[in-house]
């Protein structure tokens, strides 16, 4: 039941945000390095955890202003650490790059669940979020083969 829940209130938040960059094609676009990368999403980690959705809905692309709100944020931070607890280890971050977006992907064990969550953000060229979802481990994509 708890990870229908989480699974719930964490897919509102834009499941497809690659998506979110589709249009005619252009001239191609550097995205943000790896370490670029990796500061920002540990930035809007720390802010989600602060419950400062309206600093991460202010560094949003106008696709993600259009469905998610600071109110909703802290809506779902607050049940996030009512059901799951505080933070207490990061297992692993990760940068996925695809086109002009990267995704940082922060692995991470909650005291309360057994579990590890995956929290991600998807940034453009700029450190803007283009998406940003939680989910259990389990429930992400297995990775193709090398």
């Not at 708890?2 to 589709?22: D, E, K, N, S, Y």
């Not at 989600?48 to 709100?69: M, N, R």
């Not at 283009?130 to 989910?135: A, L, T």
């Amino acid at each position: 039941m708890r990870h229908r829940l989480l699974v719930t209130l964490f897919a509102i938040l834009l499941a497809a945000p690659l998506a979110a960059q589709g249009g005619a094609a252009a001239a191609p676009v550097a995205r943000l390095d790896s370490a670029a990368t990796i500061l920002a999403g540990r930035k809007y980690t720390d802010w989600f955890y602060a419950d400062l959705g309206d600093s991460i809905v202010a560094h949003s692309s106008p696709q993600v202003k259009e469905k998610v709100t600071a109110a909703q944020l802290s809506e779902i931070q607050g049940q996030l650490t009512a059901q799951v607890g505080i933070e207490a280890q990061v297992i692993s971050e990760t940068v996925v790059a695809s086109d002009t977006l990267s995704a940082y992907l922060r692995e991470v064990k909650f005291e309360l669940m057994d579990e590890p969550l995956v929290l991600a953000f998807t940034l453009g060229r700029t450190g803007l979020i283009y998406g940003f979802f939680i989910r259990p481990k389990s429930q992400m994509p297995a990775e193709p083969a090398q």
